[in-house]
């Protein structure tokens, strides 16, 4: 599959020369097979619709040129109506930008290091609303108190986003420079503002000794794809749509446990006999798989080839009817791009594996191709976890040993199949 001739994608997103533990990537650009940016601009009729159709077929065969990425990725991720024209999209890119400032406005007024080209890594607050000690010259820049217990919140995750900005992606070249740091929590931190229920998903989450970062690996790609920053952060927004409830956290829960359960079951049911091993190892509730599902294999992929996953994920699972699920009804973005019209779905618009959930009649929402990637890479894996693995530290272990060495065009194939044989042996229960 990757022995066929092709240009190596890393150029488009260099390394620093001393990082030499970073894993190889996979994914080449192929003329034919990779989107490029003629097919690309051919997929548009004159007044800027899009064929979706014939674009998911084509990144489901070989990805997206890193050229026109961002772009694409914003149709895939739901920020734009594929029948809107190119006038329609304007009007509504800059009604998105201007009210991404008026967010990061307020966020401004708040604290003025947003938007400053600067971000913080020290506490600026305690949980009680006064100033945290250890932080007196970032303090100076405080309006005075009392603060309402929404700003509270937002004030005690700003130093978290930092801290979580200054590890993300940092084998980078693009992270060198503090602007583009600086942009990334900017994006952030004006998430967590708006996003009152789920705020800034804690980036360091101990879970039976299993370190992972969340949503700053999430934004990363958005930042150096799209060189707005607004458009970037709607980008991340409606990937967030999808992914928020993973981040929804309790005293006592991790929002992602929902998926983990329904790994369990899926895997029950295409191989009884690993999900056994995994009880009898005490690891019943899968837990090891809790990065893979968070930050979808952004670990366990190169930097160039979890893009390529995710843009495979998406294209596959794709619903024409994203832009308008994603939309309020009456907003100013719907009527702009015309969303009120109600049209039937059309298979021919939709990725191959939303044909096959449309397929089932079942009023339970399907679950996310993510769940039966993870199911796939534990199904190759079967043998090697069944044979080896005498406790979960031997299956994290076996796991974390496939970093760098997955193909990532293989495990949606894998997939596919293991969700048709999951629909087929669910229905004889």
Not at 1 to 10: K, Y
Not at 120 to 132: F, K, L, N, S
Request: charged residues 30%; glycine residues 6%; hydrophobic residues 35%.
């Amino acid at each position: 599959m990757w022995g066929a001739p092709g240009e190596a994608a890393d150029s488009y997103y260099k390394a620093r020369p001393e990082c030499t533990d970073v894993p190889r990537t996979r994914f080449k650009i192929k003329p034919g097979k990779t989107l490029s940016a003629r097919k690309w601009q051919a997929a548009f009729s004159p007044d800027g619709h899009l064929d979706i159709g014939k674009t998911l077929r084509r990144i489901q065969h070989g990805g997206i040129h890193p050229s026109i990425r961002g772009e694409v990725w914003e149709f895939l991720l739901g920020c734009y109506d594929p029948e809107s024209t190119f006038d329609e999209r304007d009007q509504i890119r800059k009604h998105r930008r201007v009210q991404y400032a008026r967010w990061k406005n307020e966020c401004r007024e708040i604290f003025p290091v947003i938007g400053s080209g600067k971000y913080i890594t020290a506490p600026v607050i305690t949980d009680d609303g006064t100033d945290a000690n250890n932080a007196d010259m970032v303090n100076t820049l405080l309006p005075r108190g009392p603060f309402d217990k929404k700003v509270i919140q937002w004030l005690l995750t700003l130093h978290q986003i930092g801290l979580d900005v200054i590890r993300t992606d940092r084998t980078l070249v693009f992270y060198e420079k503090q602007e583009n740091l600086s942009k990334l929590w900017d994006i952030l931190s004006v998430y967590a503002w708006i996003d009152t229920d789920v705020g800034y998903g804690q980036g360091d989450v101990v879970c039976d000794a299993y370190l992972y970062t969340g949503m700053s690996d999430l934004c990363s790609p958005m930042i150096i794809l799209l060189e707005d920053e607004a458009d970037a952060f709607w980008c991340f927004e409606r990937l967030m749509r999808r992914l928020r409830g993973n981040f929804r956290c309790t005293e006592n829960s991790v929002g992602v446990e929902t998926q983990l359960g329904y790994l369990a079951a899926v895997t029950q049911v295409i191989d009884p006999k690993l999900h056994h091993h995994f009880e009898t190892l005490g690891g019943g509730n899968y837990v090891f798989a809790f990065r893979m599902l968070m930050v979808l294999f952004r670990r366990e992929f190169s930097f160039c080839d979890s893009l390529y996953l995710w843009e495979m994920m998406w294209a596959l699972e794709y619903d024409p009817d994203l832009f308008s699920l994603y939309e309020e009804p009456g907003s100013e973005t719907a009527t702009a791009e015309g969303s009120s019209r109600v049209k039937p779905k059309s298979t021919r618009q939709c990725g191959k594996y939303e044909r096959e959930n449309m397929k089932i009649k079942s009023s339970d929402a399907p679950l996310p191709i993510s769940v039966f990637l993870v199911a796939s890479v534990l199904k190759d894996k079967s043998s090697k976890l069944l044979h080896e693995a005498r406790g979960l530290d031997d299956v994290v272990k076996i796991l974390n040993d496939m970093t760098g060495n997955l193909d990532a065009k293989k495990a949606c194939i894998g997939a596919l199949k293991l969700h048709k044989k999951y629909l087929k042996k669910a229905k004889k229960t």
